[in-house]
């Protein structure tokens, strides 16, 4: 399930934008879900100018300084977004990323490498299968939040589709440290949900998160989504991500020098809450990925699925992808993710899917996996 405003809603924001400038349309904001009749308004105001394929494997993978003169941590300007995933939230701090949280998928792409050792592979399957269904294809832009805040109106309207806050594709429910959608605010630092990452440090880690605290963390917070979130839901691309998640603080928050698979809680933190890398910190010494997602997964077993009719029934959804097939991966979000949104784009939103959608398959190039083509070549 996605969500989405309802038609009234996207109406009222569209045509106060559209009504003072035919070029008032936010260049952020996602095309993603938006009815025909506010395509037809938007699309004429826009034009696709295919950019470069994204840079990457980089020849220079070693560890070194990411925490240098050139990118210090600045706190955060009125206007500035930030989302749900803290790696981009501090890559953005400190400048990997442009600050205002706005960026290209090739900058994000280039900032998870040389801000974290990011695998180019990975770097391109995460970027681009959330840049396509949170961010704008045309204008190739993408908020690593929601809207910008600056709207002028007060109070603002209701959000439209636009970044990674947008619920159940790149962020969705169980979250690390973020509440489910259902609950209200998604994409803010948790500060309960951070004590249950201390609380399973401490009790399964000795005061370290590691990947034993990462499976019962794991387990957790799909067990609390199931007993609390009638709106639960926890298949493709969702399940996926979440278990990788999990992975990230041990792959990409501990320090390339002592690389012992054991994050200091105070790292954690920082990370999580103050979007900042500790001083002098190195990226990990050699491309990570999400190493040791099957000691995740194995440590309480589930298969996708959702609550049905209210709390506590989960129903696996056999139609899902999960670990064991990950070309049903690609082909469930693009046929059924990426097809829902945007179910017949033509011309320019077109041109640009199919562009972008080239781009995102090559990351599953390895697994031999066929191409997708869901709006012809």
Not at 121 to 147: E, H, P, W
Not at 208 to 225: F, P
Request: aromatic share 12%; with cysteine.
């Amino acid at each position: 399930m996605f969500f989405k405003l309802t038609n009234i809603q996207v109406g009222a924001v569209l045509s106060i934008l559209l009504s003072t400038s035919a070029s008032a349309y936010p260049s952020h904001w996602s095309l993603a879900g938006l009815p025909r009749e506010d395509l037809n308004k938007i699309l004429p105001t826009m034009q696709f100018h295919p950019p470069p394929f994204p840079v990457g494997p980089l020849n220079d993978t070693k560890a070194k300084l990411v925490n240098d003169k050139a990118h210090p941590w600045k706190p955060l300007r009125p206007g500035d977004i930030r989302g749900p995933c803290p790696g981009l939230n501090t890559l953005a701090s400190h400048g990997w990323l442009p600050r205002n949280g706005i960026a290209t998928p090739q900058q994000i792409v280039l900032a998870v490498q040389e801000g974290f050792n990011m695998q180019f592979q990975t770097a391109l399957l995460v970027t681009y299968a959330a840049f396509i269904v949170d961010g704008n294809v045309i204008t190739n832009l993408l908020s690593i939040g929601g809207k910008s805040p600056k709207t002028g109106e007060d109070p603002p309207h209701p959000a439209l589709v636009a970044g990674l806050n947008t619920h159940a594709v790149f962020e969705g429910d169980a979250s690390m440290t973020r509440n489910d959608f259902f609950f209200g605010n998604n994409h803010d630092f948790n500060e309960t949900l951070f004590q249950d990452f201390i609380d399973l440090s401490n009790d399964f880690g000795a005061g370290k998160y590691n990947l034993t605290v990462a499976g019962e963390l794991r387990h957790k917070r799909i067990q609390d989504s199931i007993a609390n979130n009638p709106n639960f839901t926890f298949v493709s691309p969702r399940y996926v991500t979440a278990f990788a998640e999990t992975t990230i603080p041990v792959n990409f928050f501990i320090d390339g020098r002592r690389e012992n698979g054991q994050l200091d809680l105070d790292v954690a933190r920082g990370f999580f809450q103050h979007m900042r890398m500790p001083n002098g910190f190195f990226r990990p010494s050699s491309p990570r990925s999400t190493d040791g997602v099957d000691v995740v997964l194995n440590a309480h077993p589930i298969r996708p699925g959702h609550n049905v009719g209210g709390v506590n029934n989960y129903v696996v959804d056999p139609t899902s992808a999960d670990f064991l097939n990950f070309c049903l991966l690609y082909t469930n979000f693009v046929n059924q993710t990426i097809k829902s949104l945007y179910p017949n784009p033509t011309g320019a939103l077109r041109q640009a899917l199919n562009f972008n959608l080239n781009i995102l398959f090559q990351a599953f190039v390895s697994f031999d996996c066929t191409q997708v083509f869901p709006y012809g070549k």
